[in-house]
């Protein structure tokens, strides 16, 4: 069946220093979502992208869909103590949405 | 890894009926379970945080008495939709997290469709 995948599953990264997270899905996706979930709480909404190729930015974070429509990407810039969770994607699949396993961010201070 | 199963998968009711949907944690346990609704082509909504054993918490403009949830054990959580109306057509999401808190599993999902 249909899969998507994230990478890496941890990254421990200095606070300031970059970090990405990839997701890619076994077929193409009409739309991608990216949740963040802080510890201990629940997965919210931080963006959502549609067209191939698209790149969308909320402050340090830049989001971007393939042209293929397979995969996407989740890049924060400097990263800093607030940024510490872990951040899914998702995808449409038939009439399922479909989470990566995603990724868990730890910043050492 | 760990499983959340939804039941059922799929539902079509007429309106005004009731229609409950199971969530279940399979190989661990969930004192806490997260109940999210979908419409189509939008994010995933967080209606209410299922908590065994006491109240569930339900987010701002979420009735509670329309969507009834029990966490009755450490592995099961439902939610009822009563009175269901069309406008209650939705994909309707549950998950749990894991024991160290940062990771989610989510159910498949049950898509609802109110007639």
């Known amino acids: 069946g249909q899969q998507v995948m994230q990478i890496p599953q941890y990254q421990h990264v200095q606070e300031g220093e970059d970090f990405t997270t990839y997701c890619n899905s076994s077929t193409t996706l009409s739309n991608i979502q990216w949740y963040k979930q802080r510890p201990g709480g629940h997965p919210v909404f931080l963006i959502q992208l549609v067209k191939s190729g698209e790149v969308k930015k909320q402050k340090r974070l830049t989001f971007q869909f393939g042209e293929a429509k397979k995969n996407s990407s989740l890049h924060i810039t400097a990263t800093q103590t607030t940024d510490v969770g872990t951040y899914f994607c998702?995808?449409?699949?038939?009439?399922?949405?479909?989470f990566g396993k995603g990724t868990r961010l730890h910043i050492l201070p | 890894g760990a499983v959340v199963s939804q039941h059922p998968s799929r539902v079509i009711c007429k309106s005004g009926t009731s229609v409950k949907i199971e969530c279940r944690s399979l190989?661990?346990?969930?004192?806490?379970m997260f109940w999210y609704r979908q419409f189509p082509k939008q994010s995933l909504m967080l209606m209410a945080t299922s908590n065994e054993g006491s109240k569930a918490t339900y987010e701002q403009g979420v009735e509670k008495d329309k969507f009834l949830i029990n966490h009755a054990s450490l592995t099961l959580s439902t939610l009822t939709v009563t009175s269901a109306h069309p406008e209650d057509s939705s994909f309707y999401i549950c998950?749990?997290?894991?024991?160290?808190?940062?990771?989610?599993?989510f159910g498949p999902g049950t898509r609802l469709t109110v007639l």
């Open positions: 998950s749990a997290p894991g024991l160290a808190g940062d990771e989610q599993f």
């Open positions: 190989d661990f346990q969930a004192t806490t």
């Open positions: 998702a995808g449409p699949a038939d009439d399922k949405i479909i």
